[in-house]
């Protein structure tokens, strides 16, 4: 039923979209331009969420590593990573980000991927690794999943299939699956900046990369105090502490430095790397384009959390 609705709607935010830019002083019924309003609205969430702050763009496309933060190259959206993930990412083995564009997913109904997105499950029964995030996913509104499964059906299908994963442990190793029931899954009012800041956190998953890796993976005890070095062809760089300790982490930061930071990180002159520069795979040039009260929301959350001791060495040799 919902991916009929889903179907609908995207079709009517196409419809809708397409006849703004040809014909926006066109008169329509009032019922169906409220229709189409939501779905357009739907769409644009689903946008925000994708390419600015959930980034399944970053992960799911090619990327320049010769610019700062490795933007996304331009035509390859959700057509698939062009680069493996491997040891260097904490992965036991070999996977690949895979193509999301309506080329891979066009037989799959909305159901199905949300399911995919929320409980790791996908529709052949694998158990997708957690780099990944369905852990986080499976705790975001039935609405914000259905309008990133939207803006999906809406990319260019390309034609690209990444290899097949490889795994050098068995993948029942993963770890406990979420039972993930997004029913009730709510998004807390924004003016509730803390709780507003936790979803927009949980969303953006910050925690894939900001927690420390233990032996048995990652060690949520500590989560957001770093420390785990990616360490690949491209670069060697370490997550940094974003706890409030001030010695450490951000706790001297100010608001105005965090928000400005992400921003100054995302406009087009920091982009182009200048030599010497130093890289980075904190994906900026997407969160750095984050709704202003989104970020601030983030940093009020994070001002929260346990402030946890631990020294991180950005590069290290
Ligand atoms: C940190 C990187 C990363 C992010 C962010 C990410 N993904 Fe993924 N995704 C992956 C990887 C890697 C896999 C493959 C995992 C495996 O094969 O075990 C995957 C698998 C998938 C699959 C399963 C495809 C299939 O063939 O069954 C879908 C669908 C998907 N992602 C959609 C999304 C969407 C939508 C988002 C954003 C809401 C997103 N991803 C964010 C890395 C990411
Ligand atoms: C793909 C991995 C990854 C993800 C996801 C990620 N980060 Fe980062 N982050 C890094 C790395 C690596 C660095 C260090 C290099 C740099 O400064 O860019 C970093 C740096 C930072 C810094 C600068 C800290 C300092 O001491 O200079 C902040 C603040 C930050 N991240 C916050 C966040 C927040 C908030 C999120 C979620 C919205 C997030 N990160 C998601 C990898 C990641």
Not at 17 to 26: E, R
Not at 28 to 55: F, P
Not at 215 to 234: E, M, R
Request: proline share 8%; glycine share 6%; hydrophobic share 35%.
């Amino acid at each position: 039923m919902h991916a009929r609705f889903l179907l609908t709607a995207v079709m009517a935010a196409t419809i809708a979209v397409s006849s703004f830019i040809s014909c926006n002083n066109n008169q329509s019924g009032t019922t169906s331009e409220n229709k189409n309003d939501s779905a357009k609205q739907l769409l644009e969430r689903g946008e925000y969420i994708a390419t600015k702050a959930a980034v399944c763009i970053d992960c799911h496309s090619q990327r320049d590593t010769t610019l700062f933060s490795m933007p996304v190259i331009p035509g390859t959206e959700g057509g698939g990573a062009g680069f493996a993930f491997t040891k260097a990412e904490a992965v036991p083995g070999v996977l690949w980000a895979p193509n999301i564009t309506p080329y891979a997913l066009k037989d799959r109904t909305d159901e199905e991927i949300i399911k995919t997105l929320t409980t790791g499950i996908n529709t052949k029964g694998d158990t997708l690794f957690p780099i990944m995030p369905y852990h986080s996913y499976g705790r975001l509104t039935k609405y914000d999943l259905q309008a990133v499964v939207a803006y999906i059906r809406t990319l260019k299908p390309i034609e690209r299939t990444v290899p097949e994963r490889k795994f050098f442990i068995p993948a029942a190793m993963f770890g406990p699956l979420p039972a993930a029931n997004i029913e009730n899954n709510t998004m807390p009012d924004p003016s509730d900046k803390v709780k507003y800041g936790q979803y927009m956190v949980t969303m953006a998953a910050c925690t894939e990369c900001h927690t420390p890796m233990g032996p048995q993976g990652p060690d949520f005890s500590k989560v957001f105090s770093g420390g785990f070095v990616f360490d690949n062809a491209v670069l060697k760089v370490a997550v940094p502490n974003i706890t409030p300790d001030s010695a450490t982490g951000i706790g001297s930061w100010s608001e105005e430095t965090f928000v400005n930071k992400f921003r100054a990180n995302a406009t087009p002159e920091v982009l182009q790397t200048k030599p010497g520069r130093r890289n980075t795979f904190m994906p900026w040039s997407m969160y750095g384009k984050m709704k202003e009260e989104d970020l601030r929301a983030i940093y009020a959350y994070l001002r929260t959390v346990k402030p946890i001791v631990n020294k991180v060495e950005k590069y290290p040799e």
